[in-house]
């Protein structure tokens, strides 16, 4: 036993090293586990912000003075390059920018790995990668097809991305097979509606008359209205009243419809579309359209000009198309833009329509989630949804060599927006599309032609969508 003394000098030494943060290391301690929790902690795997996020073509990298990229900082600002157009600095709306941080949020980063194939090759803006703090995300694609393993969210990611550099820089244009003159005609036209502010046009089709015939199931009331059967989910939905869509209306006088929507309505002027299609049908119909690209429903309540344009005149409809992701990745966010675009509409005494989108090409699951945001919001409202996006699931599936969508796996090709134009034509005129013209003019100008054959397979495609696929 040590003297006192001794003993109270070993205590006092004791005490003297802890005070200095000081001491032995435990018996049977983790040497190694003790090292890195001395190491600065990284941030987390899924993100909740991010320093970058760069998409590039895949074949030139960021910041070269080549190619297709575009690369986001946290701030929102960006810098970007197009073959077309150069390098374009800018700055992404808040909006945005919350809406970016929301699908990265959603993306399991942990398990993104090097050799998911998001894409096929063919669509320029390909290769993903998101730096937080010290640690690099990417995806890269090569000419494989995609991968069924890379999640919704990744995807819904990058094509976000594709959206944000088509919107503020130019349209993604396609590394594989060079685009012909409609091809090109299609990919600049959501460019050139985004630079206009209200991207008002007005045309007239020519006079006649229209009755209710197909298209339509389920019970009616005395002043004509039926309900449209939803594939894929229990419950009925209303449609419009009447031949005209107004109960009692003149038939002979011309029909308004103002679209409301992005460059899926824009692309190969479905509107005027609609309107020949209506012409060919023998029924006046006059067409206005506010279609910036990339615009969201909520972009529309508060900048684009749309709501002025609700206020301009006397519609008797109006359709909303909402951006390509959005009803899957924040439903809420539309649903909050449509009904205020719903009591606008109302208040001008005329009909809400809903146009219900499609899946991208490397995206088919999409679609559920589309309808479940579209026929929901629609069924709030009392309001009136056109399935195309239905009409073209069920197209593909009849036929799968069938081709709908332009080379951007994203905006339709000419059939797609006939297939469109017939599912329209037939929910805002109560007509089935059956019988149609495969070409279509609109005061004497030829919009658009397709294979006559390819045409008789749509029209009935989009007759059967609207009696519920059966």
């Not at 910041?63 to 374009?88: E, V």
């Not at 006088?253 to 692309?267: D, H, M, R």
Request: glycine share 10%; net charge positive.
């Amino acid at each position: 036993m040590a003297p006192p003394r001794l003993a109270m000098r070993i205590l006092l030494f004791a005490n003297v090293l802890l005070s200095l943060g000081w001491c032995m290391p435990t018996l049977g301690a983790d040497p190694q586990a003790a090292q890195q929790a001395a190491k600065p902690l990284h941030k987390a795997a899924v993100p909740g912000v991010f320093d970058t996020i760069t998409c590039t073509d895949g074949a030139s990298a960021a910041g070269k003075k080549a190619g297709q990229w575009i690369t986001i900082a946290s701030d929102g600002g960006f810098r970007a390059h197009s073959p077309a157009d150069g390098p374009r600095d800018g700055q992404l709306t808040a909006d945005e920018l919350t809406e970016l941080r929301k699908l990265i949020r959603a993306v399991e980063w942990k398990t993104v790995k090097k050799d998911y194939r998001l894409t096929d090759g063919e669509l320029a803006l390909r290769k993903l990668s998101l730096v937080v703090g010290n640690r690099t995300h990417e995806t890269s694609v090569g000419d494989r097809a995609a991968s069924p393993r890379a999640p919704l969210a990744l995807k819904s990611l990058l094509a976000y991305v594709e959206d944000l550099f088509g919107r503020h820089v130019g349209a993604v244009t396609v590394a594989a097979n060079p685009p012909d003159e409609q091809t090109e005609k299609k990919s600049t036209a959501g460019k050139d509606a985004a630079k206009k502010t209200a991207g008002s046009t007005a045309s007239t089709a020519s006079a006649g008359t229209s009755s209710l015939s197909g298209g339509r199931t389920g019970s009616g009331t005395a002043s004509g209205s039926g309900y449209w059967w939803s594939p894929g989910g229990p419950g009925r939905y209303p449609t419009f009243p009447g031949p005209g869509l107004v109960p009692g209306g003149d038939p002979s006088k011309p029909l308004a419809i103002l679209f409301i929507g992005n460059s899926y309505t824009s692309v190969n002027e479905l509107p005027r579309l609609v309107a020949g299609l209506a012409q060919a049908g023998g029924r006046k119909v006059e067409v206005a359209q506010v279609t910036p690209g990339g615009c969201t429903l909520e972009q529309h309540v508060q900048t684009s000009g749309a709501m002025q344009q609700i206020r301009s005149r006397k519609w008797d409809v109006v359709v909303l198309q909402e951006q390509s992701m959005l009803p899957v990745v924040d439903p809420e966010k539309m649903y909050k833009a449509a009904r205020i675009l719903h009591a606008e509409i109302q208040k001008q005494g005329a009909q809400t329509v809903f146009f219900l989108t499609w899946a991208r090409q490397n995206m088919p699951e999409m679609q559920d989630g589309l309808n479940k945001a579209y026929f929901g919001i629609a069924k709030e409202l009392g309001a009136t949804v056109a399935p195309v996006g239905i009409a073209w699931r069920q197209a593909l599936a009849a036929d799968p060599k069938l081709v709908l969508h332009n080379p951007d796996k994203s905006h339709p090709n000419a059939q797609g927006s006939y297939l469109a134009a017939c599912v329209l034509y037939a929910t805002l005129l109560g007509k089935s599309p059956e019988g149609l013209p495969s070409e279509v003019k609109h005061n004497g100008q030829t919009l658009l032609r397709i294979d006559p054959a390819v045409a008789r397979e749509l029209q009935g495609v989009a007759a059967k969508a609207m009696s519920g696929g059966k």
